[in-house]
């Protein structure tokens, strides 16, 4: 069954660094989603991604974070300046979503990345 | 404002049935979603509900009312593994990202 992967499972980095995190969404999905969760908090959506370009982005989601889909199949997300409070499991999620009388919604989650920002 | 409130802990018996409440307030509604987590891993794909009315799937069932702005999981025949937490997740808006509900904590005793 397809899935979607992330690399790396668990990142170390000192504060002020840029990480970029990895996602390969399942490879039919158009939408591509970033999520995060803090330690015993709830999922927060970052960022969503269609047809090459931002679609909707977050709060959270401030010039410190990029977005990019470089050759068609991975998904990247950057942080150029890492700080404490980055410190959380980053999730990559993918749908499939078609107009007409056919659609589905499912967000196919990815395992995460863990982010520990020192 | 985007509101998802659901209880944050619940405890059953192995065997048994439970019911998970789950309340919004979202704009741009299109859908409820339901997650399982156990701890340190991704949420996992349950069910999700886009028309009023009952979806099963096996063991687990989800209800969704959009005019009461009110869902339900209903999980039967509780195993152990079913301990786990149970997200709630609205689909919201034109690129339909999920917005969640802190959890519910389910812990399934012998």
């Known amino acids: 069954e397809p899935e979607v992967t992330q690399t790396p499972s668990h990142q170390v980095t000192q504060m002020g660094q840029e990480v970029i995190l990895r996602c390969v969404p399942i490879s039919n999905h158009l939408y591509f989603y970033w999520y995060r969760q803090i330690l015993g908090q709830k999922v927060e959506f970052l960022v969503s991604f269609y047809n090459n370009e931002i679609s909707e982005k977050s709060e959270i989601f401030d010039d410190q974070f990029s977005v990019e889909r470089p050759d068609g199949s991975n998904f990247t997300l950057k942080i150029r300046s890492t700080k404490l409070e980055d410190s959380a499991m980053y999730f990559c999620?993918?749908?499939?979503?078609?107009?007409?009388?056919?659609?589905?919604?499912?967000?196919?989650f990815g395992p995460g990345t863990r982010l520990t920002v020192t | 404002g985007q509101n998802i409130d659901q209880p944050t802990e619940m405890t059953a018996t192995e065997g048994a049935i439970v019911q998970i409440n789950c309340t919004y307030q979202?704009?741009?509604?299109?859908?409820l979603f339901w997650y399982q987590q156990h701890a340190g891993e991704a949420p996992t794909f349950l069910s999700y509900?886009?028309?009023?009315g009952l979806e099963e799937k096996g063991r687990f069932s989800s209800f969704l009312s959009r005019s009461k702005g009110y869902s339900y999981l209903l999980l039967k025949e509780l195993q152990m593994k079913d301990s786990a937490s149970y997200l709630c997740?609205?689909?919201?808006?034109?690129?339909?990202?999920?917005?969640f509900g802190a959890g519910t904590r389910l812990a399934v005793h012998p």
């Open positions: 509900n886009v028309l009023d």
């Open positions: 997740a609205a689909l919201s808006g034109g690129y339909n990202k999920l917005i």
């Open positions: 979202t704009s741009g509604f299109n859908g």
């Open positions: 999620a993918s749908s499939e979503r078609s107009d007409g009388r056919d659609f589905t919604y499912e967000q196919y």
